[in-house]
């Protein structure tokens, strides 16, 4: 069954940094592209990056582009997002998420893990 | 890398039927035959309805439906039940990365 579990949410001063992990299981962790998808408080889905199984020509969205860092392990089975100078609007339930097998859509998702950008 | 646009609502009686509609660009919705759509309910994971268009994902009931014409694409919940209340995004394929649209709220009356 293939599963992610998302970690690394806390609390944060805005201004400051946190690492959120997505751990992969019951797949090959390395063959596949990891994507991050947030949700701010009384928003919608925003996608936000993501990183190829090679590592290679990450995304980035235009509204965390220069602040984020995604990055990922593939021997740990782990793929991470470094955020930075955190902003309010960073605040929300942060998710990774897979596509299927040579599909395009999102079957497989995460629990989510809170980011709190507050004072 | 601008949000689809759905509605901000829509609203039906049981056993009605509603549209959902989600309109993107030529270098999104209207390039790619790769709309998906999302079920999500507040502190749960997203889960996909609709994938391709107008594929039903695995376990999604049949009353559920896509479509698409020019830039905008469309889902249908035919014969709407009280399980279906939820908010519902669309999703595109933009060549390097994705778009998901800015959420629709669905109720059941």
């Known amino acids: 069954e293939v599963q992610l579990v998302e970690s690394g949410g806390d609390l944060v001063q805005p201004g400051g940094s946190l690492r959120l992990s997505c751990a992969g299981s019951?797949?090959?962790?390395?063959?596949?592209?990891i994507h991050w998808v947030r949700q701010a408080p009384g928003k919608g889905l925003e996608y936000v990056s993501a990183?190829?199984?090679?590592?290679?020509?990450?995304f980035y969205a235009s509204s965390v582009q220069g602040r984020f860092t995604i990055s990922r392990d593939n021997s740990q089975k782990t793929a991470y997002l470094q955020m930075r100078s955190l902003r309010i609007e960073d605040m929300g339930i942060y998710y990774c998420?897979?596509?299927?097998?040579?599909?395009?859509?999102?079957?497989?998702w995460g629990q989510g893990t809170a980011v709190i950008v507050s004072s | 890398q601008s949000a689809l646009t759905q509605p901000h609502s829509v609203s039906g009686s049981p056993g009605q039927s509603v549209t959902v509609s989600c309109s993107g660009t030529?270098?999104?919705?209207?390039?790619?035959?790769?709309v998906s759509w999302y079920q999500h309910h507040p502190g749960k994971a997203p889960k996909l309805m609709i994938y391709?268009?107008?594929k039903r994902a695995s376990g999604v009931p049949d009353r559920f439906s896509g479509s698409k014409s020019g830039n905008t694409a469309s889902l249908t919940i035919s014969g709407l039940q009280p399980e279906d209340e939820g908010d519902y995004y669309c999703?595109?394929?933009?060549?390097?990365?994705?778009?998901f649209g800015i959420g629709t709220q669905v109720t059941v009356l």
């Open positions: 998420a897979r596509v299927s097998d040579g599909g395009t859509a999102f079957p497989y």
């Open positions: 990183i190829r199984s090679s590592g290679d020509r990450p």
């Open positions: 019951g797949f090959t962790f390395s063959l596949y592209t």
């Open positions: 999703c595109s394929y933009a060549g390097d990365f994705y778009v």
């Open positions: 030529a270098t999104d919705v209207g390039f790619y035959n790769f």
């Open positions: 391709n268009v107008n």
